[in-house]
């Protein structure tokens, strides 16, 4: 069974950083896109980062890019989202997610980490 726990948030002031993590589990992830979005209470889901297992490809939100980078680490299984500069706007829960290379939904989700960025 695929499980997607992510770890790291917390309460920050502007202008900080944190390192969010995802550690995946269940099958090989080798042939997916691994995702970070967010969402506010209230407001919709966003994209904010992605990256592709093999190869390491990165793919950004207008929002996330030049502050925010997607790393993976194959020998652990996880994701990371380092979060620099951070803004009262990135206020969000952040959720980890999985989609296969050739297919358009995401497929698995994470129960997501809190990230509040006071100023």
């Known amino acids: 069974q695929v499980q997607l726990v992510e770890s790291g948030g917390g309460l920050v002031q502007a202008g900080d950083s944190l390192r969010l993590s995802c550690a995946a589990s269940?099958?090989?992830?080798?042939?997916?896109?691994m995702g970070w979005f967010r969402q506010a209470p209230g407001k919709e889901r966003e994209f904010v980062a992605a990256i592709k297992w093999s190869g390491g490809s990165t793919y950004y939100a207008d929002s996330a890019k030049g502050r925010f980078t997607i790393s993976r680490d194959s020998a652990k299984n996880t994701v990371n989202l380092q979060m620099n500069s951070l803004k009262t706007e990135d206020t969000s829960g952040y959720y980890c997610t999985d989609r296969r290379v050739g297919k358009d939904e995401y497929d698995y989700w994470g129960q997501g980490t809190q990230v509040t960025v006071s100023s």
């Open positions: 269940g099958r090989t992830f080798s042939n997916y896109y």
